[in-house]
């Protein structure tokens, strides 16, 4: 089946630093993919649309200067944290739509700011 | 986006089956049945999905009312692995967001 990769798995930054995080569709493309992030103990909460070749589409209360999404190609949208802080630690998940409009996810980001 | 509504929670033991129910009155003809579980710690994952017909897969069996305004996903034989959220989601064809309620959290006792 399709899959899904996001990289890095676990992350810990300073307070003030920015952290990317990569999403990579492996045998499919994907010119639409999804950004969620998890609190603990919560369900997920949808951040942002990622379209290939344009700008991303925020949900309502995400920043996007904050949350920086770029998706350059058929198989690769990022997630960059800019200027990080504690109240960012959190589990991050992409995912993207099969041929069948069934949602392939990846293995999710542990960011901890510290 | 059509509203689907779930159970907080279930329990059953290892090895028995267990019956997660979704409510969905709002189906349009168009929506397909999607089933996701996340697992701790992990991304979520596709289960099953369906129409009108019932549907079996290695991983699970959906059963879809004759109405179309609930379904039941069934775990044959529950195992330890199978402690997981379980969200039902209504999707048309093409472009889907997932936006996530609560689900339902299944535990599994040994």
């Known amino acids: 089946g399709a899959v899904v990769s996001q990289h890095p798995s676990r992350v810990i930054c300073k307070s003030g630093t920015s952290v990317k995080i990569e999403c990579r569709s492996l045998?499919?493309?994907?010119?639409?993919m999804f950004w969620y992030r998890q609190f603990p103990k919560q369900s997920l909460m949808l951040m942002a649309t990622?379209?290939?070749?344009?700008?991303?589409?925020?949900e309502q209360g995400v920043e996007k200067d904050k949350f920086l999404i770029n998706h350059a190609s058929l198989t690769l949208s990022t997630l960059t944290v800019t200027s990080a802080h504690p109240e960012d630690s959190s589990f991050y998940i992409c995912?993207?739509?099969?041929?069948?409009?069934?949602?392939?996810f990846g293995q999710g980001t542990r960011l901890t700011v510290v | 986006d059509a509203k689907t509504t779930q159970p907080n929670s279930m329990e059953s033991n290892e090895e028995e089956p267990v019956h997660l129910p979704c409510n969905h009155s709002?189906?349009?003809?168009?929506?397909?049945i999607h089933w996701y579980r996340q697992l701790p710690s992990q991304g979520p994952e596709y289960v099953i999905h369906?129409?009108?017909s019932n549907v079996n897969n290695r991983m699970a069996s959906l059963a879809i009312a004759e109405d179309r305004k609930s379904s039941t996903l069934i775990l044959h034989r529950a195992t330890l692995r199978d402690a997981a959220v379980y969200y039902c989601?209504?999707?048309?064809?093409?472009?889907?967001?997932?936006?996530f309620g609560a689900g339902t959290r299944l535990a599994v006792h040994p």
């Open positions: 709002t189906i349009s003809g168009t929506d397909y």
């Open positions: 369906g129409l009108t």
């Open positions: 995912s993207a739509n099969g041929d069948y409009s069934e949602a392939f």
């Open positions: 045998d499919f493309q994907a010119t639409t």
């Open positions: 989601f209504l999707l048309s064809g093409g472009y889907n967001k997932l936006i």
């Open positions: 990622s379209n290939e070749g344009s700008k991303a589409t925020y």
